[in-house]
């Protein structure tokens, strides 16, 4: 088991210090000022004394905190002392990469810092951290030494090469994660040499060697792990805590005994909808097909186990398999590329024998062989079988009256058939998961509430009896923002679509052109964007600006890095690119927003999420649509200030926010309450930015 605390029965645990610390380090005057020359901050301090109560209470706290009050360290310091204190884990959960660096590059070594500067906090200074991956990600050196000494069984001849790269790239790399390794890997290949298997342990592998079992092993001395929202909701959902000690309550909610920060928690609620749902798909499929036996290569599991009698159920079942998913591309995918699934039997079950056949004779084969390592692959396997064969049959019949059910075309060519469902409600599973583990959960974000109040957000965090907090931002935006408000732009509807977008593309070439540093154009439609893009792109690069665009070639944190290096870049995104973008300094001069970002109801989970709410009475739009937006709006309109010194201008182009009642929401929720009105006839006069 992982956890710090391996004693459980033995000598009573100290007391933590971490409110009495947190007083001492965060007060005016106080350790962060002498010990880190930092300036304090009132609104810090109010969250690091609220966090510190919450984890030496092991309670639950939702704490909104605006952006510049350092809510890193807020969280981290009393976090790392508690955890010292009790021995045990603190679980820092993030949805961004940028955040997870920031928190292991810079804030942590500010905490050891701190820690060294006064002997009071010296025994916190020695604190381990690591940072959660999934086991899919490392390269596992017993798997790699097996695959090379019998590569015969397990890959074509086309493969060794990429098998004799990768076994180069193990003697060179100090991580063993794949994403070290370029050109990426093949994922046929990694399959057959990654961690992600029973062939992985401590039973069967050198610890000093492999790459899984060293990490595993820093996770386990760990004070502090970060990890990600999706990895974190995917491990819960797989039994967290609880799976590790299933013969007694454990109080945990990944690990024994610890307690969690999730941090930018706004986005809780939807990761967590992700993976407490089903999904399976006919690329996953096949693979773990062909990771038995594959027809074309004549290799896999089967080439040594099993026979030509387990090679013909193979071939059986991925024949079986293929006019499945083409079945249903051909029919429920026909015309649309997502659709919902509202009656059982979609397909008839063909799979379910093909599926049944291979469970049964997996077993039969493991029951045939001695304890060990091949015998444990082979019930792995059988698992792997039965957990296709049951998601099918789940998604088929429907059998959760909970969840929403439907199948989408994906991959790049879309031509990748998924299954997937979804809870309606993610909160009774939070609630049971997260908030029920009987261990602190800390939630924290700049954007957690709507009208000034947490509490619709708790409702739908299964967080109901937590503690709410709200601080605003430490920094002056009377002085360092200007707000610009569009009165003009024609609202778009399908009767004034071309014009809207032509009025668009005019108001965007004005604002971009008269802000010297860059802009960040945020669109909610991958269509508009593209159409606003082809007419203003070539004026953008004829004027000598970088012009950058979500969905082309180059990653988000490709786009940002570009965009931070040219000062004055026009950037164009959608969706992502509303949150979790950090471009301080006038790199990022000004944010135009094209239109409030109410999500469409189309999507089968918010389809189902507004019958669900229209069923107790309820109105979609006010509970779930009009919510999502304002916190979306916050997360966009929070790209522009990122530190102190920062200014700039943040213009939106959709006149809803004065034509309609609800648009004083938006207005209401800007750091900055005073805003200019503009139109094409005035903004030339009215439109001032920072010189």
């Not at 409600?425 to 997260?434: C, E, F, G, Q, Y």
């Not at 008269?514 to 004027?543: I, K, N």
């Not at 509970?623 to 990122?642: M, S």
Request: charged share 25%; glycine share 8%; net charge neutral.
């Amino acid at each position: 088991m992982i956890g710090l605390r391996e004693d459980s029965g033995s000598a009573p645990v100290p007391a933590s210090q971490a409110p009495a610390l947190a007083a001492k380090i965060f007060a005016a005057a106080g350790w962060l000022q002498t010990g880190l020359k930092l300036e304090h901050r009132p609104e810090q301090e109010t969250m690091a004394r609220a966090v510190a109560a919450a984890v030496k209470a092991d309670e639950p706290i939702l704490f909104e905190a605006g952006t510049g009050v350092g809510k890193s360290l807020a969280y981290l310091v009393p976090g790392l002392i508690h955890a010292v204190d009790q021995s045990r884990q603190l679980i820092v959960s993030t949805h961004t990469i940028a955040l997870q660096e920031q928190l292991e590059s810079s804030d942590l070594p500010k905490c050891r810092r701190l820690f060294k500067s006064r002997p009071e906090l010296e025994k916190y200074a020695d604190f381990k951290s690591a940072v959660l991956v999934g086991k899919s990600n490392y390269l596992c050196t017993t798997r790699l030494g097996l695959a090379l000494a019998d590569r015969t069984t397990l890959l074509g001849d086309a493969d060794y090469d990429e098998l004799k790269r990768i076994a180069e790239w193990a003697e060179a790399t100090d991580s063993g994660l794949r994403h070290d390794l370029r050109p990426p890997p093949r994922p046929e290949v990694w399959d057959v040499v990654n961690a992600d298997s029973s062939s992985c342990s401590r039973k069967h592998c050198d610890c000093e060697k492999c790459f899984y079992q060293r990490a595993r092993a820093r996770l386990r001395a760990a004070q502090v792990v970060i990890v990600n929202h999706a990895l974190l909701f995917a491990l819960i959902n797989a039994g967290g805590a609880q799976a590790q000690s299933p013969d007694r309550e454990t109080r945990g909610v990944l690990f024994a005994d610890d307690f969690v920060v999730l941090d930018e928690a706004h986005t809780v609620p939807e990761v967590a909808t992700q993976n407490f749902g089903l999904s399976l798909s006919s690329y996953g499929t096949d693979r773990a097909l062909k990771f038995l036996y594959n027809p074309r290569t004549k290799r896999g599991l089967f080439r040594k186990h099993g026979g030509a009698q387990a090679q013909q159920l193979v071939v059986d079942a991925l024949e079986a398999s293929g006019q499945f998913f083409d079945l249903l591309g051909a029919t429920l995918l026909a015309q649309r590329p997502i659709v919902r699934v509202r009656e059982a039997g979609p397909a008839d079950p063909t799979l379910d024998g093909p599926l049944g056949a291979l469970h049964r004779l997996l077993g039969q084969l493991a029951d045939k062989l001695e304890d060990g390592r091949e015998r444990d692959e082979l019930l792995e396997q059988k698992q792997r079988i039965k957990g296709l064969q049951s998601g099918l049959n789940e998604w088929l019949t429907l059998a959760d009256t909970g969840h929403v059910y439907w199948a989408e075309r994906s991959g790049r060519k879309q031509t990748i058939v998924s299954l997937r469902s979804a809870p309606i409600d993610v909160a009774p599973a939070l609630r049971r998961h997260l908030f029920g583990c009987g261990t602190s959960v800390v939630c924290t974000s700049a954007t957690l509430a709507m009208g000034g109040e947490i509490a619709p957000f708790a409702a739908r965090m299964g967080a109901d009896d937590a503690r709410h907090v709200l601080v605003k931002s430490p920094f002056d935006f009377a002085r360092k923002m200007r707000v610009y408000v569009a009165r003009d732009v024609p609202l778009p509807t399908p009767q004034e679509a071309k014009l809207a977008l032509e009025v668009l593309a005019d108001y965007i070439a004005f604002c971009a052109g008269r802000v010297a540093g860059g802009t960040l154009v945020l669109f909610t439609s991958y269509t508009d964007m593209r159409a606003v893009a082809a007419t203003l792109e070539p004026q953008f690069r004829a004027a000598g600006r970088l012009f950058l665009m979500q969905g082309a070639e180059l990653s988000r944190t490709e786009l940002t890095r570009q965009m931070r290096a040219a000062g004055n870049a026009v950037l164009f995104g959608t969706d992502s690119f509303w949150t979790g973008v950090d471009v301080p300094g006038d790199a990022l001069a000004q944010v135009v927003i094209t239109r409030l970002p109410f999500d469409p109801p189309t999507h089968p989970i918010t389809e189902a999420r507004c019958d669900f709410i229209r069923d107790r009475g309820g109105s979609p739009f006010n509970e779930l649509t009009l919510p999502d937006a304002l916190i979306k709006f916050r997360q966009g309109i929070g790209r522009l200030i990122r530190t102190a010194d920062d200014r700039g201008l943040v213009t939106i182009l959709d006149s809803r926010v004065l034509a309609k009642s609800y648009g004083r929401l938006f207005l209401d929720s800007l750091p900055q309450p005073e805003f200019t009105v503009l139109t094409r006839e005035t903004r030339a006069d009215a439109f001032h930015p920072f010189a």
